[in-house]
Protein backbone atom coordinates (compact mmCIF):
# COMPACT_ATOMS: atom_id res chain seq x y z
CA UNK A 1 0.00 0.00 0.00
CA UNK A 2 3.06 2.24 0.38
CA UNK A 3 3.20 5.05 -1.95
CA UNK A 4 5.59 8.29 -2.81
CA UNK A 5 3.97 10.85 -1.00
CA UNK A 6 4.52 14.24 -2.03
CA UNK A 7 6.89 16.42 -0.44
CA UNK A 8 5.97 17.90 2.84
CA UNK A 9 7.79 20.90 2.73
CA UNK A 10 5.89 23.08 0.35
CA UNK A 11 2.41 24.46 0.58
CA UNK A 12 -0.49 22.43 -0.84
CA UNK A 13 -1.79 25.44 -2.88
CA UNK A 14 -5.11 23.76 -3.82
CA UNK A 15 -6.54 22.90 -0.07
CA UNK A 16 -5.02 26.09 1.67
CA UNK A 17 -5.95 28.38 -0.77
CA UNK A 18 -9.85 26.49 -1.56
CA UNK A 19 -10.50 25.94 2.45
CA UNK A 20 -9.22 29.90 3.18
CA UNK A 21 -11.18 31.29 0.39
CA UNK A 22 -14.30 29.39 1.75
CA UNK A 23 -13.41 30.07 5.37
CA UNK A 24 -12.97 33.60 4.94
CA UNK A 25 -15.90 33.94 2.61
CA UNK A 26 -18.04 32.28 6.20
CA UNK A 27 -16.83 34.99 8.18
CA UNK A 28 -17.23 38.06 5.87
CA UNK A 29 -20.40 36.94 5.41
CA UNK A 30 -21.36 36.41 9.30
CA UNK A 31 -19.70 39.91 10.37
CA UNK A 32 -21.58 41.79 7.34
CA UNK A 33 -25.23 40.41 7.74
CA UNK A 34 -25.19 39.29 11.40
CA UNK A 35 -28.81 38.75 11.21
CA UNK A 36 -29.23 36.68 8.41
CA UNK A 37 -26.26 34.35 8.86
CA UNK A 38 -27.85 34.01 12.22
CA UNK A 39 -31.26 33.02 10.74
CA UNK A 40 -29.71 31.02 7.75
CA UNK A 41 -27.07 29.12 10.61
CA UNK A 42 -30.44 28.54 12.78
CA UNK A 43 -32.74 27.74 9.89
CA UNK A 44 -30.31 24.91 8.77
CA UNK A 45 -29.61 23.52 12.16
CA UNK A 46 -33.04 23.33 12.87
CA UNK A 47 -33.38 21.33 9.39
CA UNK A 48 -30.78 19.05 10.62
CA UNK A 49 -32.26 18.10 13.77
CA UNK A 50 -35.72 17.60 12.69
CA UNK A 51 -34.68 15.56 9.46
CA UNK A 52 -31.58 14.18 9.65
CA UNK A 53 -30.26 13.73 13.33
CA UNK A 54 -31.02 9.89 12.56
CA UNK A 55 -29.02 9.59 10.44
CA UNK A 56 -26.13 11.22 12.69
CA UNK A 57 -27.28 8.79 15.71
CA UNK A 58 -26.88 5.82 13.67
CA UNK A 59 -23.36 6.84 11.97
CA UNK A 60 -22.27 7.42 15.79
CA UNK A 61 -23.37 4.10 16.53
CA UNK A 62 -22.03 2.09 13.94
CA UNK A 63 -18.76 4.01 14.47
CA UNK A 64 -18.73 2.97 17.91
CA UNK A 65 -19.76 -0.79 16.94
CA UNK A 66 -16.62 -0.80 14.43
CA UNK A 67 -14.25 0.76 17.06
CA UNK A 68 -14.93 -1.83 19.43
CA UNK A 69 -14.93 -4.80 17.18
CA UNK A 70 -11.87 -3.63 15.70
CA UNK A 71 -9.91 -3.62 19.27
CA UNK A 72 -11.19 -6.90 20.38
CA UNK A 73 -10.40 -8.86 16.74
CA UNK A 74 -7.29 -9.77 15.57
CA UNK A 75 -7.08 -6.29 13.73
CA UNK A 76 -6.15 -4.82 16.72
CA UNK A 77 -2.91 -6.31 17.30
CA UNK A 78 -1.77 -3.92 14.62
CA UNK A 79 0.47 -1.55 15.65
CA UNK A 80 0.05 2.04 13.76
CA UNK A 81 3.17 1.92 13.19
CA UNK A 82 6.47 0.02 12.03
CA UNK A 83 6.73 -3.25 13.46
CA UNK A 84 9.58 -2.36 15.61
CA UNK A 85 8.15 0.44 16.93
CA UNK A 86 7.30 0.57 20.85
CA UNK A 87 5.04 3.26 22.57
CA UNK A 88 6.57 6.62 23.69
CA UNK A 89 4.33 6.38 26.74
CA UNK A 90 2.53 4.17 29.35
CA UNK A 91 -0.63 3.26 29.25
CA UNK A 92 -1.79 5.17 31.84
CA UNK A 93 0.19 8.34 30.24
CA UNK A 94 -1.66 8.18 26.94
CA UNK A 95 -5.07 7.92 28.77
CA UNK A 96 -4.29 11.34 30.72
CA UNK A 97 -3.28 13.08 27.51
CA UNK A 98 -6.16 11.77 25.49
CA UNK A 99 -8.63 12.51 28.31
CA UNK A 100 -7.37 15.71 29.15
CA UNK A 101 -6.75 17.41 25.32
CA UNK A 102 -10.25 15.11 24.46
CA UNK A 103 -12.32 16.41 27.07
CA UNK A 104 -10.45 18.82 29.58
CA UNK A 105 -12.53 21.61 30.46
CA UNK A 106 -15.44 21.05 28.39
CA UNK A 107 -16.11 18.01 30.67
CA UNK A 108 -15.64 20.01 33.80
CA UNK A 109 -18.30 22.31 32.76
CA UNK A 110 -20.47 20.65 30.82
CA UNK A 111 -20.26 17.47 32.31
CA UNK A 112 -22.53 19.45 35.67
CA UNK A 113 -24.29 21.99 33.17
CA UNK A 114 -25.45 19.98 30.27
CA UNK A 115 -27.70 17.34 32.37
CA UNK A 116 -29.02 20.36 34.34
CA UNK A 117 -30.12 21.48 30.93
CA UNK A 118 -31.80 18.76 29.18
CA UNK A 119 -33.64 18.90 32.90
CA UNK A 120 -35.15 21.74 32.48
CA UNK A 121 -35.64 22.33 28.88
CA UNK A 122 -35.33 18.88 27.58
CA UNK A 123 -35.76 18.21 23.46
CA UNK A 124 -38.76 16.85 23.92
CA UNK A 125 -41.40 16.82 26.36
CA UNK A 126 -41.93 18.65 29.67
CA UNK A 127 -38.83 20.01 31.89
CA UNK A 128 -38.48 19.59 35.57
CA UNK A 129 -40.16 15.92 35.43
CA UNK A 130 -38.32 12.47 36.49
CA UNK A 131 -38.68 11.25 32.84
CA UNK A 132 -36.66 14.54 31.35
CA UNK A 133 -34.13 13.97 34.03
CA UNK A 134 -33.52 10.34 32.53
CA UNK A 135 -33.60 11.84 29.10
CA UNK A 136 -31.24 14.29 30.12
CA UNK A 137 -28.89 11.63 31.31
CA UNK A 138 -28.98 9.85 27.98
CA UNK A 139 -27.91 13.13 26.09
CA UNK A 140 -24.85 13.56 28.43
CA UNK A 141 -23.98 10.09 28.12
CA UNK A 142 -24.24 10.10 24.19
CA UNK A 143 -22.33 13.59 23.96
CA UNK A 144 -19.68 13.46 26.18
CA UNK A 145 -19.43 9.09 26.68
CA UNK A 146 -18.22 6.08 24.17
CA UNK A 147 -19.75 7.15 21.68
CA UNK A 148 -17.83 10.38 21.36
CA UNK A 149 -14.41 8.84 22.21
CA UNK A 150 -15.31 6.28 19.29
CA UNK A 151 -15.60 9.49 16.90
CA UNK A 152 -12.00 9.96 18.19
CA UNK A 153 -10.75 6.48 17.83
CA UNK A 154 -12.02 5.87 14.26
CA UNK A 155 -10.17 9.20 12.94
CA UNK A 156 -7.25 8.95 14.81
CA UNK A 157 -6.55 5.19 13.41
CA UNK A 158 -6.97 6.28 10.25
CA UNK A 159 -4.66 8.95 10.44
CA UNK A 160 -2.03 6.89 12.66
CA UNK A 161 -2.25 3.47 10.19
CA UNK A 162 -2.10 4.99 6.91
CA UNK A 163 0.31 7.49 7.92
CA UNK A 164 2.95 5.93 10.27
CA UNK A 165 2.39 2.62 8.75
CA UNK A 166 2.15 3.16 5.39
CA UNK A 167 4.06 6.62 4.89
CA UNK A 168 1.10 8.25 3.02
CA UNK A 169 0.24 11.79 4.04
CA UNK A 170 -1.29 12.65 7.63
CA UNK A 171 -4.10 13.83 6.35
CA UNK A 172 -8.20 12.27 5.24
CA UNK A 173 -7.34 11.82 1.87
CA UNK A 174 -4.88 9.02 2.75
CA UNK A 175 -8.20 7.08 3.71
CA UNK A 176 -8.71 6.59 0.28
CA UNK A 177 -5.70 4.78 -1.26
CA UNK A 178 -7.14 1.71 -0.51
CA UNK A 179 -10.22 2.86 -2.77
CA UNK A 180 -8.75 5.25 -5.09
CA UNK A 181 -4.77 4.83 -5.32
CA UNK A 182 -2.26 7.78 -6.51
CA UNK A 183 -5.83 9.65 -7.20
CA UNK A 184 -5.80 10.64 -3.71
CA UNK A 185 -3.09 13.52 -4.65
CA UNK A 186 -5.96 14.63 -7.20
CA UNK A 187 -8.60 16.39 -7.18
CA UNK A 188 -10.77 13.91 -4.60
CA UNK A 189 -7.75 14.31 -2.01
CA UNK A 190 -7.63 17.61 -2.22
CA UNK A 191 -11.46 18.09 -1.47
CA UNK A 192 -11.50 15.86 1.02
CA UNK A 193 -8.99 17.82 2.72
CA UNK A 194 -10.60 21.41 2.53
CA UNK A 195 -13.84 19.36 3.80
CA UNK A 196 -11.78 18.03 6.74
CA UNK A 197 -10.32 21.61 7.79
CA UNK A 198 -13.37 23.40 7.68
CA UNK A 199 -15.07 21.08 9.29
CA UNK A 200 -12.43 21.29 11.93
CA UNK A 201 -12.25 25.24 11.65
CA UNK A 202 -15.91 25.48 12.66
CA UNK A 203 -16.10 22.85 14.89
CA UNK A 204 -12.72 24.19 17.04
CA UNK A 205 -15.01 27.97 16.45
CA UNK A 206 -17.81 26.61 18.70
CA UNK A 207 -15.67 25.26 20.86
CA UNK A 208 -13.90 28.30 20.88
CA UNK A 209 -17.43 30.30 21.11
CA UNK A 210 -18.91 28.54 23.89
CA UNK A 211 -16.12 28.90 25.90
CA UNK A 212 -15.95 32.93 25.34
CA UNK A 213 -19.78 32.81 26.35
CA UNK A 214 -18.74 30.68 29.91
CA UNK A 215 -15.89 33.44 30.90
CA UNK A 216 -18.55 36.32 29.83
CA UNK A 217 -21.10 34.76 32.34
CA UNK A 218 -18.84 33.89 34.99
CA UNK A 219 -17.69 37.65 34.69
CA UNK A 220 -21.21 38.79 34.65
CA UNK A 221 -21.83 37.29 37.84
CA UNK A 222 -18.60 38.12 39.41
CA UNK A 223 -18.22 41.98 38.22
CA UNK A 224 -21.52 42.59 37.16
CA UNK A 225 -19.82 42.87 33.72
CA UNK A 226 -22.60 43.22 30.60
CA UNK A 227 -23.13 40.27 28.42
CA UNK A 228 -22.44 41.29 24.98
Known amino acids: MEAKQPSS ?3 NAPVFYGSAVIILALVIYSVAFQSHAQTLFGDTQAWIIANVSWLYILAVALILLMVVL ?3 SRYGDIKLGPDHSEPDYSALTWFAMLFSAGMGIGLMFFGVAEPVMHFLSPPVGEGGT ?8 KITF ?3 GLHA ?4 AIVAMILAYFAYRH ?3 LTLRS ?13 IGHAVDIFAIIGTVLGVATSLGLGVTQINTGLNHLYGLPIS
Request: no cysteine; aromatic share 22%.
Open 130 to 137: SAAAYEAM
Open 175 to 187: ALYPLIGERIYGP
Open 149 to 152: WAIY
Open 70 to 72: LAF
Open 167 to 169: GLP
Open 142 to 144: FHW
Open 9 to 11: SHL
